[in-house]
């Protein structure tokens, strides 16, 4: 009986301190804030001090406050009073970057939204999702709050892309075409995508369009469009799967891009055509292949699972020699790159959330609600991707500095 009283009073005391806890942040979250935005003014302000009125009185000046508005965000409903500002002549008007005028959620929880609709929670279901992070204040987030919001996605993916590109130049295209379900349709849409690294080794989301299937048509209009806005010059190299239409398309437009096939999904295609007993030796063999410091021992490794395996289980041997031509690419890029130049793992870590919601619901409710909160968690999930190693490298790829062995040999 006492180690149960003991028991329900450590938790009472654990659920009193997170509750403390997360008062104090809050609370520290809100005066941050308010400090902020009071800081901004007074800079504002401050900058302005000289303009004068035919009196000789200043004509920006504070006035007071505005009435006190509530602010959603992780840590809680946050009261700030937000500094007002008057220009006496009637000229200007104070915006602050802070703190929009309309701005009633912190911009973490229109990312989190979206993730959450991914991971499966309907839009009927959020506020009880956003019960713990919120409060009483989740009811704010309604329904009608999630298609407003994807109206909004809507439209920014519209502007976004339809953005000028004159001034990017991309070392490595990563594409893909994902498939989808679509709640209130037939439809099965196929969102193209391409990631792209720049010439400083930054990752960025290139393009993704709602597309039919993964055909050359498809990929042609994306290519197209690509060129209009300014992407003259393709990759140097692209990487993608086998049963993209991509591969016919980037030879009209970029003729002078060179491929690399997944290794990813072509482990799994051999895999898939042998039996299981043989799986784990054959697997072997085929990280040798791409694991090998020099393209000479990783055809080695080729030409030693050919001979294995070519007279009992011809289906994984022709599934693997029909793609020799473009599965050792790499090894004509910097070493320090192989790592991510081998496979789509730029674009399938990322939407692996997407494929999980579409696993564990029937979709989104429409093809335009689909683009929406995809093309939200991609630009999300773009802040966190990593910078290409041996960085510094990529202007010599651009260059057209040729490499053996992943090391840089003389000059094309």
């Known amino acids: 009986m006492s180690q149960d009283i003991s028991k329900t009073l450590e938790s009472r005391v654990c659920s009193e301190c997170r509750s403390t806890l997360d008062e104090i942040l809050r609370l520290g979250a809100q005066q941050m804030l308010q400090a902020a935005i009071e800081a901004e003014v007074a800079s504002y302000v401050a900058e302005r001090q000289g303009l004068r009125d035919e009196t000789g009185r200043r004509c920006i000046v504070r006035n007071g406050h505005l009435p006190e508005r509530s602010l959603q965000s992780p840590v809680g409903p946050i009261e700030i009073k937000q500094p007002r500002v008057r220009d006496r002549r009637g000229r200007e008007r104070f915006a602050s970057a802070i703190l ?50 994807s109206e909004v996605w809507q439209e920014q993916h519209r502007q976004w892309s339809e953005r000028d590109l004159r001034d990017k130049r991309y070392a490595y295209w990563w594409v893909d075409g994902i498939y989808f379900n679509v709640r209130l349709s037939e439809d099965r849409p196929c969102l193209l995508v391409i990631v792209g690294a720049l010439q400083d080794g930054r990752k960025e ?78 697997k072997t063999l085929l990280h040798r292949m791409y694991q090998s410091p020099t393209k000479a021992e990783a055809l080695g490794a080729f030409d030693e699972f050919v001979a294995r395996y070519g007279h009992g289980r011809p289906k994984a041997v022709d599934c693997l020699v029909k793609d020799k031509e473009v599965l050792f690419t790499f090894y004509d890029f910097p070493a320090a790159h192989w790592v991510h130049v081998r496979t789509t793992n730029p674009i399938e870590s990322t939407f692996a959330t997407v494929r999980h919601r579409h696993r564990q619901t029937k979709g989104s409710g429409s093809r335009e609600a689909t683009l929406a909160m995809v093309f939200q968690l991609a630009r999300e999930a773009q802040r966190h991707w990593r910078r290409l190693d041996g960085h510094e490298l990529v202007p010599k790829v651009l260059a057209g500095i040729r490499f053996t062995d992943g090391t840089e040999s003389e000059a094309a």
């Open 100 to 149: 929009p005028r309309y701005l009633r959620r912190a911009p973490s929880l229109d990312n989190l939204i979206p993730w959450l609709y991914l991971k499966g929670i309907s839009a009927h279901a959020m506020p009880e999702a956003l019960q713990p992070i919120l409060g009483p204040d989740a009811s704010g987030v309604s329904p009608s709050t999630v298609v407003r919001l």
């Open 205 to 282: 989301l290139v393009a993704i369009l709602d597309g039919e299937r993964e055909s050359k048509l498809s990929w042609l209009e994306l290519l197209r469009d690509l060129k209009r806005r300014g992407v003259k010059d393709g990759p140097a190299l692209a990487i993608g799967d086998g049963a993209l239409g991509f591969w016919s398309a980037v030879s009209e437009q970029y003729p002078k891009t060179r491929r690399q096939r997944c290794w990813v999904h072509k482990t799994a295609n051999v895999l898939d055509k042998m039996p299981k007993h043989l799986q784990a030796e054959a």
